[in-house]
């Protein structure tokens, strides 16, 4: 009777998740591969892999392992021959709230050009840090790397957009 219990709550924690996480994970893939439909397949990648895990998630650390399965995934597609290849468009704007105007898109816009034009471990960094608001040590945890390590990553990647930015302004 235990392991039906298990089950049952396995499937239960599994419909929460995807629920409740669902979005995020499909945004940060978006965000880390600029590409909609790749985004998607990550997306349901990653909960073929929970409900393949078998196992419920400690409560309050599901969100951290959803996404660092998700940034593993997306580094999979990444290290793929066939994507290096391919030149990769900027990002549609499909994800932006519609309610902005056209000079805070067209800033958005910008900008993830530009994180997307960083190198991988920086733009996951970013990604996680701003985009999904984790801190130093829980990006630390999920990359299972030094916390210094992120914060230097984090302060590189700042540096290296603000050049960008400044390239991209004056049409260098």
Request: glycine share 4%.
């Amino acid at each position: 009777m235990q392991r039906d219990e298990q089950k049952e709550a396995f499937s239960e924690q599994f419909e929460r998740l995807y629920a409740e996480y669902a979005d995020d994970v499909l945004r940060m893939a978006y965000f880390y591969l600029a590409d909609k439909h790749k985004a998607e397949d990550v997306c349901q990648d990653v909960f073929v892999k929970l409900y393949t895990h078998g196992e419920l998630i400690e409560p309050g650390k599901e969100k951290a392992w959803l996404l660092r399965v998700t940034v593993n995934c997306c580094r999979d597609l990444w290290r793929g021959a066939w994507l290096k290849r391919v030149v990769l468009g900027s990002p549609a704007l499909d994800v932006m709230p519609a309610h902005d105007d056209i000079e805070r898109r067209e800033e958005k816009a910008e900008i993830m050009r530009a994180v997307h034009k960083l190198p991988a471990s920086f733009r996951e960094t970013i990604l996680l840090h701003y985009y999904q608001g984790f801190g130093i040590a829980e990006i630390a945890k999920m990359l299972n790397l030094p916390e210094g390590t992120i914060s230097s990553r984090l302060s590189r990647a700042r540096k290296k957009l603000e050049v960008l930015l400044k390239e991209e302004a004056t049409g260098e």
